[in-house]
């Protein structure tokens, strides 16, 4: 009885929080997930300095070593960049942006591939066809590459980045969803509430819908970190996000350039708390994978 | 006179898969065979008149979840029409037709994959009036425990998911929502099979308790005859896709009018007296995709002509009250109730 109520009875999200807090080692990686996450809401409150403000950067403390004071006062606990903004505070809101553009592409991503995966188990025929055709297109193609043309052709910015991610990524979701709605689909309750006279809709988002929902998270997990890791890759390469708000992968990028001269904190420093961040994102992808779906493959 | 609650005309429905480009592509090039079509109902004419309960009886893979489905309307016929109470039901409009979806339920057979796992009884059973505006929110705790109490549940239970219970009352759970849209018609199909065998009798009560208590309708879809013959009033009896013989359920029991129906009928000795076997029949069933010609239990059948194989034999009356498929059929029926008057006569003496 026991053993029954915890395969079907509870809710998919308990089951992936008790299957994060079972094992120690996703426990730690979601805790650290979650530090962060809420380093990043309120970096403007606990940053020691607001690195955009530009009254607030006094450009004599350009290129200080980590531990290095301010003539006020203030500890650089991770040095300076060369314009004398502190880089604990700079990572702040760079972590800020990054897991802002990762998590609204994904979430976006997760949307579209969702209704597009069901449209195609449900319906059937010519609109499977077109989509999966159009699935296959996309997941044949390298992330980045894609990315990358996509933003040589529109230009920069924030939102055509986001846009770029989720074009790349709604294909996963797609998939992932189309399979699990199939196996649904085939079940009698679907049946029986098209004998009830329930509407599509209804059927797709009522019923279908939750019972495709632990591959969703799964997914959706991985993927946010996997938008965090291609957007950092797009702004090393300088054609991610504008200057004006850089993420962490702009922070690298910056301090890669005088890595060579030795100044190595500005770019190690955002270079761990982006590896820290999508290893953590993705060991309690993986462990989410475990619990939910086993047999789940990417 | 009367009209039926349902007629279905000359109902036929095949079954082609579709190809997808890559395989039309294999097909162009030869590497792969088209895909062959199904005749899951060829021409099948059915009636059922209100208040009855038929039985449907024929080996798996016949049509009689087919049939079944094309009369809820949950599938169109390829051919033929479905009459509700004398309308087509092809040229209902919205509104009638939907009605008249409601109007006829099916009970599945699987107990697990019937009830969505998500979802809280009250919402399995509550959510269809809901939706159609049958009853209102407010109404609707009352609503649902009264459907659940009707099945023989406690409204307590409202609240649970559907694992949390047993088979046989996850059966229930199945029935109450059908009976929550007022349905005149029900479509039990296999709808005891998976369940074990105490239970079975129990469902089978509350079956025939729910068609007495809201005068209902029942066809009751079945590969096993003890329990068609425990439940109509009159059977239909399919093979591969067509009707092979109806008649009322003591007339088609006693006395069959269709070598498949003797062959099914035939019964393997049990030491209990009061169950009753059937023998499977030998030879294989031949493939819906390939059916043979004529008559399509000829390959199968004991007292096949050279005829059979040409000539498909109608359903047609052989009795009073009585349909056949079969060229030999007033032969068989009268080898029949001569077989079944020794019969009796051994079991008087
Ligand atoms: N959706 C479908 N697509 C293709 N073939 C089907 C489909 N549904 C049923 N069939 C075929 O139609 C025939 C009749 O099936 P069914 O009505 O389920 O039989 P029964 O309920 O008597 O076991 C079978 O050969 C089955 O394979
Ligand atoms: S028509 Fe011929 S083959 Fe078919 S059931 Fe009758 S006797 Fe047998
Ligand atoms: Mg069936």
């Known amino acids: 009885m026991s053993a ?4 079907g009875g509870e809710s998919t999200v308990g089951r992936a929080l008790r299957g994060i807090a079972a094992s120690r080692k996703a426990s730690f990686a979601g805790a650290i997930c979650l530090i962060l996450i809420l380093a990043a809401i309120s970096a403007p409150v606990i940053a020691p300095q607001d690195p955009y403000d530009l009254t607030e950067i006094d450009f004599f403390d350009s290129r200080l070593p980590p531990w290095s004071e301010s003539r006020d006062g203030l500890i650089y606990v991770l040095g300076t960049d060369t ?9 702040l809101y760079g972590l800020r942006t990054s897991l802002a553009v990762g998590v609204t592409a994904g979430v976006l991503a997760l949307l579209i591939g969702t209704a597009l995966g069901l449209v195609a188990a449900y319906l059937g025929g010519r609109w499977d066809n077109f989509i999966m055709r159009f699935v296959d297109l996309m997941l044949g193609f390298p992330t980045i590459l894609v990315a990358l043309m996509i933003l040589v052709i529109f230009g920069q910015g924030t939102w055509k980045v986001i846009l770029a991610l989720v074009f790349v990524q709604w294909a996963y979701f797609a998939r992932a969803v189309r399979g699990t709605a199939l196996v649904e689909a085939a079940k009698d309750y679907v049946e029986a509430a098209r004998c009830l006279g329930l509407s599509t809709s209804r059927i797709l988002f009522g019923h279908l819908l939750p019972n495709c929902l632990p591959p ?8 946010v970190a996997s938008a965090i890791a291609a957007e950092a890759t797009l702004s090393f390469l300088g054609i991610g996000l504008p200057i004006t708000e850089p993420s ?34 993705n060991i309690v992808g993986d462990r989410l994978r475990e619990v939910l779906n086993p047999r789940l493959a990417t | 006179m009367t009209v039926s609650l349902i007629h279905a005309k000359d109902v036929s429905k095949r079954f082609t898969r579709t190809s997808d480009l890559a395989e039309r592509a294999a097909i162009w090039l030869g590497a792969m065979k088209p895909p062959g079509t199904v005749h899951a109902l060829d ?9 009855e309960v038929v039985g449907l009886a024929g080996e798996s893979g016949c049509g009689k979840s087919t049939l079944g489905r094309v009369i809820a309307g949950l599938l169109p016929p390829s051919d033929g029409t479905v009459e509700w109470q004398g309308e087509d039901v092809a040229k209902l409009s919205r509104a009638e037709a939907r009605r008249m979806r409601l109007a006829t339920q099916i009970i599945f057979q699987d107990p697990m994959s019937s009830l969505n796992p998500r979802l809280r009884v009250q919402n399995i059973i509550g959510e269809a009036p809901l939706f159609h505006g049958l009853i209102k929110r407010a109404q609707a705790r009352r609503y649902v425990a009264e459907l659940l109490e009707r099945v023989g549940l406690d409204p307590d239970h409202a609240t649970r998911y559907p694992h949390q219970f047993s088979g046989g009352q996850r059966q229930r759970i199945g029935i109450a929502r059908a009976l929550a849209v007022n349905p005149e018609l029900l479509i039990c199909d296999e709808s005891i099979a998976a369940l074990d065998v105490s239970i079975q009798a129990q469902i089978l009560n509350l079956f025939m308790g729910l068609r007495r208590e809201l005068d209902l309708t029942l066809l009751f879809i079945s590969h096993d005859l003890s329990v068609i013959r425990h439940i109509s009033d009159r059977v239909v009896v399919m093979y591969l896709g067509r009707v092979v013989e109806t008649a009322a359920t003591d007339l088609l029991f006693d006395a069959p009018a269709h070598p498949y129906t003797r062959a099914l009928l035939d019964e393997v000795p049990t030491i209990d007296r009061r169950a009753r076997r059937f023998a499977p029949i030998e030879g294989e069933i031949p493939s819906p995709i390939a059916p043979p010609t004529g008559c399509h239990f000829h390959p199968r059948c004991r007292y096949a002509e050279p005829l059979c194989a040409k000539a498909v034999p109608d359903l047609r009356p052989v009795a009073a009250g009585r349909l056949s498929a079969c060229h030999l059929a007033e032969d068989i029926l009268s080898a029949s ?7 009796s006569c051994a079991s008087a003496r």
Not at chain 1, 84 to 89: H, K, L, T, Y
Not at chain 1, 258 to 276: C, K, N, R, T
């Open chain 2, 337 to 343: 109730a001569t077989k079944h008057g020794e019969r």
């Open chain 1, 83 to 91: 314009q004398g903004r502190d880089m604990f505070s700079a990572m």
């Open chain 2, 43 to 51: 021409r099948v004419t059915l009636t059922i008149e209100k208040g």
């Open chain 1, 248 to 281: 962490l992968g702009l922070l690298i990028a910056n301090g890669y350039q005088v890595l060579l001269a030795g100044l190595y904190w500005m770019s190690i420093y955002p270079g761990l708390l982006l590896l820290v961040l999508v290893f953590s994102i």
């Open chain 1, 4 to 7: 029954k109520r915890v395969i």
């Open chain 1, 216 to 223: 969703l998270i799964v997914i959706g997990t991985i993927q």
